[in-house]
């Protein structure tokens, strides 16, 4: 049976043979945690890049580094490994290689591979081809990894979305897939406020305040929402996949209108009209944010609790009634 850490030296290995990194190479600041990203294809930004641009930052020295390569190259092949479908949990996880400090997942629709060895603050991405990599992975690329070095580092990433009031204030808005999350955030946006994110953000202490943080700059609705939101339609990212049923857009054109960190002092929960008279509990909203986080993620549990629970106790709750026609409805921007 191969180890974890023998699994990850056999992508790691595979990774040697990247010639001319520093040319390739892409540094990023995680939530304060700087990250040097190397491309082994330069035609791979368009797939890693794009949703998490407004983190660049100039070359440093990095407190982790990811290879990312795929079998287009031509100096890659996928190492055989010895576990079987019924191996690989729902998220992707592979439980028989995540040990000995090892995380290891498999995104079969993405014929994709996530591994980060936090004893040696290095991970891969591996797959079959980075130009027909689903929308949805474009939208958040690195999510496995990204999760789990912010989880090493006493942060969470969670299902939430996230804006900054005309104080700088951070605003969370909670609420299962389909509540309205992406559409409040979007129509908030572009009323004024500045954008952290749709779907996945982070939370983390900072001088004893939650702090909510930017991860990636894009955006997703269903196209129908352009009748409400026309400005939209001009945003959109035009994949040559059509099987993602949202629209995708980026956001990181004017870096002004992008809040990368904020203290967070509401969080909303928007309520559409047939639910309006049904409230939610905290408590509830809670679970909510901690299993919807978990059902994104792979090997996510519930390290995140205490961070969501001191954000419900040091904020404001506000419910947000949506209307039909989307008009931001916070109105305090």
């Given at each position: 049976?191969?180890?974890?850490?023998?699994?990850?030296?056999?992508?790691?290995?595979?990774?040697?043979?990247?010639?001319?990194k520093l040319n390739n190479s892409h540094f990023i600041s995680l939530?304060?945690?700087?990250?040097?990203?190397?491309?082994?294809r330069p035609a791979l930004s368009n797939a890693f890049l794009m949703g998490i641009s407004?983190?660049?930052?100039?070359?440093?020295?990095?407190?982790?580094?990811?290879?990312?390569?795929d079998l287009k190259d031509g100096k890659h092949t996928f190492p055989k490994f010895d576990y079987g479908i019924e191996d690989v949990k729902v998220r992707g996880e592979?439980?028989?290689?995540?040990?000995?400090?090892?995380?290891?997942?498999?995104?079969a629709h993405a014929r994709m591979i996530h591994t980060l060895n936090e004893n040696t603050k290095h991970g891969v991405v591996a797959l079959v081809d980075g130009d027909s990599l689903p929308s949805f992975e474009i939208a958040c690329p690195f999510r496995g990894i990204f999760s789990w070095i912010l989880r090493s580092n006493g942060l969470a990433l969670i299902h939430a979305a996230a804006l900054a009031d005309s104080g700088g204030n951070g605003c969370l808005v909670i609420g299962k897939s389909g509540a309205g999350k992406s559409t409040t955030a979007?129509?908030?946006?572009?009323?004024?406020?500045?954008?952290?994110?749709?779907?996945l953000c982070a939370l983390g202490l900072n001088q004893g305040s939650i702090h909510v943080y930017s991860i990636y700059c894009s955006?997703?609705?269903?196209?129908?929402?352009?009748?409400?939101?026309?400005?939209?339609?001009?945003?959109?990212?035009?994949?040559?996949?059509?099987?993602?049923?949202?629209?995708?857009?980026?956001?990181?054109d004017d870096k002004n209108n992008i809040c990368l960190e904020a203290k967070l002092k509401t969080i909303f929960v928007p309520l559409k009209e047939q639910s309006s008279k049904s409230r939610?509990?905290?408590?509830?909203?809670?679970?909510?944010?901690v299993n919807s986080t978990r059902e994104l993620l792979p090997g996510a549990g519930f390290e995140s609790l205490a961070l969501i629970c001191?954000?419900?106790?040091?904020?404001?709750?506000?419910?947000?009634?949506?209307?039909?026609?989307?008009?931001?409805?916070?109105s305090e921007i």
């Open positions: 049976m191969v180890s974890a850490l023998d699994a990850y030296e056999k992508w790691a290995n595979e990774s040697k043979s990247c010639n001319n939530a304060g945690i700087k990250v040097c990203i190397h491309l082994h407004h983190l660049l930052i100039d070359p440093c020295v990095p407190d982790y580094e990811i290879d990312v390569w592979i439980p028989l290689y995540c040990a000995d400090g090892v995380n290891f997942a498999y995104y979007i129509s908030c946006f572009l009323s004024g406020m500045k954008y952290i994110g749709d779907d955006g997703k609705t269903y196209k129908t929402e352009w009748s409400y939101i026309p400005e939209l339609s001009s945003k959109a990212f035009q994949h040559k996949s059509d099987e993602y049923e949202k629209e995708l857009y980026f956001f990181s939610p509990t905290i408590a509830e909203l809670i679970a909510i944010t001191k954000a419900f106790k040091n904020s404001e709750i506000k419910y947000l009634n949506l209307t039909e026609d989307r008009v931001c409805p916070i």
